[in-house]
């Protein structure tokens, strides 16, 4: 009686490959040139630390060109006059702090919509009283009593 397995080869012997395998790589592939690159770890069995750097936090907005720009939309939705000269005094003085901070603050551009808005608010207040004198003076001169 035989030990053979069903594959034909004996337990105790290692596997042989297929007929027409051999240890040389099929035609074309790459034989020569550096091995694959391996991770690297360091001892202990820890992984290396990440290559990449987390990313700088954003410098803070200055508080007077958000205070500016509201103001500026404030000031030219209700046509207040104090709200669009205080949106001019913010929006000036935001942006001198952030040209002075050297880019440690942001929001040159809020402090500068600001100046426009409340610019834009006030020219239409002074058009609006112009064009509120010239009405009722043009219905008085014309009135007879």
Not at 109 to 115: C, D, R, S, T
């Amino acid at each position: 009686m035989s030990t053979t397995p069903p594959g034909g080869q004996p337990p105790d012997q290692p596997e042989q490959p297929g007929p027409g395998w051999t240890d040389a790589p099929p035609p074309g592939w790459q034989t020569s040139g550096p091995p694959p690159a391996q991770p690297s770890y360091q001892p202990g069995g820890q992984a290396p630390p990440p290559q990449w750097a987390p990313a700088a936090p954003a410098a803070p907005t200055n508080g007077k060109a958000i205070a500016a720009l509201i103001c500026g939309i404030a000031s030219f939705v209700t046509c207040l006059l104090p709200v669009g000269i205080v949106a001019l005094i913010l929006g000036y003085s935001g942006r001198k702090e952030i040209d002075a901070s050297a880019g440690a603050q942001q929001g040159r551009g809020l402090a500068v919509a600001g100046i426009i808005m409340g610019w834009v608010a006030i020219a239409l207040m002074v058009l609006g009283v112009i064009f509120f004198v010239l009405f009722f003076g043009a219905i008085a001169t014309t009135r007879q009593f």
